[in-house]
């Protein structure tokens, strides 16, 4: 599915990616398993679990969930990507400031996390727009 373009090349890679954050996560609970108490590793678990995994699954699948539940048309588009790297790259920082103990890593990689899920909305509002335009 990686080499056919548009929505489903999409697809495959934020679906591979997610895969890559819950490997990480997983390192970094055997990594860190004497710290199964909140604290900044701890963190760190939770955010390559929830963040990485979850979320980007719900990148992934949004464009073909959405059209399915709310019978609006939505049209695919490159900018999908910017969410996506976005959110990977904020959480890099996020878990860069809960691994560090680097308050303000943590900072803006949580004020980040949450402009990409602005973005992924923004997105998709965009999408059905250009989607109901066109149909």
Not at 22 to 46: E, K
């Amino acid at each position: 599915m990686i080499r056919i373009v548009g929505l489903r090349r999409f697809m495959a890679v934020v679906l591979i990616s997610g895969y890559v954050w819950l490997f990480a996560a997983g390192m970094l609970w055997v990594i860190y398993a004497d710290d199964f108490i909140a604290g900044s590793h701890y963190h760190a678990m939770l955010h390559s679990i929830f963040l990485g995994f979850i979320f980007v699954m719900i990148f992934a699948h949004a464009p073909v969930i959405l059209p399915s539940v709310t019978d609006v048309s939505l049209s695919f588009q490159k900018s999908f990507y910017a969410h996506v790297i976005l959110l990977h790259v904020s959480l890099l920082l996020r878990i860069y400031g809960d691994l560090a103990e680097s308050p303000p890593a943590r900072m803006w990689g949580g004020a980040l996390n949450g402009l990409a899920i602005v973005l992924f909305l923004a997105n998709n509002i965009r999408a059905v727009i250009i989607g109901h335009k066109s149909a």
